[in-house]
């Protein structure tokens, strides 16, 4: 069936560099899409949304950008700290809400001080 | 905060046994959702409900499995004749809005 993935499984970042994590996405009737944080031990944290009548979206320090042409979702962290370190799932669904989440496997970033 | 508390946070049991988690919304939200999440792989949806209605099962809800939310509050998820195939993180979702969802802590569940 159709399914979020993720390009790359592992990424190790310096401390203050930027991270970009990213997800393909095939499901062309997702129209919503919801980036989240895991911590060891814990259920994932929402970071940051983005509807697909946008192609780029930004909380603090983070950015969301999206290309539909090519179904495809990025992370960007900006200034990245320890405190990032985690697993980051892509989720896609509709708008409704009426599509349950569909998650991709997971990033696992780790942040060298 | 995400505002939801999920008890038991682990559960360890023999395979064969019987095992109920509860999920507790702070506040009432229409929707709740749960999820199953082995290691290494992103949650997987087993179910949700609109208040009391169970809207949606997923083809992994075995008839092992049952989920109620009686009153539009709290949910449980019963897992009966439990199988080592059943150990997961165990995650409640509730929607604060259609389509965003905040999750609980999860309960792990291991079965031996």
């Known amino acids: 069936g159709e399914s979020v993935g993720l390009h790359l499984p592992t990424l190790s970042v310096q401390e203050g560099d930027n991270s970009i994590i990213n997800c393909a996405y095939s499901?062309?009737?997702?129209?919503?899409f919801i980036w989240y944080k895991q911590e060891s031990g814990k259920g994932p944290q929402f970071i940051i949304d983005?509807?697909?009548?946008?192609d780029k979206r930004q909380g603090q320090r983070v950015t969301v950008l999206l290309n539909k042409t090519v179904k495809h979702l990025s992370l960007q962290i900006a200034a990245t700290q320890p405190g990032d370190s985690a697993v980051y799932f892509c989720?896609?669904?509709?708008?409704?809400?009426?599509?349950?989440?569909?998650f991709g496997k997971g990033t696992r970033l780790s942040v060298i001080a | 905060d995400t505002g939801v508390s999920q008890n038991p946070r682990h559960k360890i049991t023999k395979r064969g046994q019987n095992v109920t988690f509860r999920c507790d919304p702070i506040?009432?939200?229409?929707?709740l959702y749960w999820y199953r999440q082995t290691l290494g792989q992103g949650p997987e949806f087993l179910t949700y409900?609109?208040?009391?209605?169970?809207?949606?099962k997923s083809r992994l809800l075995s008839d092992r499995f049952s989920a109620e939310r009686p009153k539009g509050s709290f949910s449980t998820l019963e897992i009966q004749r439990t199988e080592q195939g059943d150990s997961a993180m165990y995650l409640c979702?509730?929607?604060?809005?259609?389509?965003?969802?905040?999750f609980g802590p999860g309960t792990r569940l291991t079965v031996t």
């Open positions: 979702a509730i929607s604060l809005r259609a389509y965003e969802q905040y």
């Open positions: 989720a896609e669904t509709d708008y409704s809400g009426n599509t349950p989440l569909v």
């Open positions: 983005i509807r697909s009548n946008m």
């Open positions: 409900f609109q208040n009391e209605a169970q809207l949606e």
């Open positions: 506040s009432e939200h229409n929707r």
């Open positions: 499901n062309s009737a997702s129209d919503y």
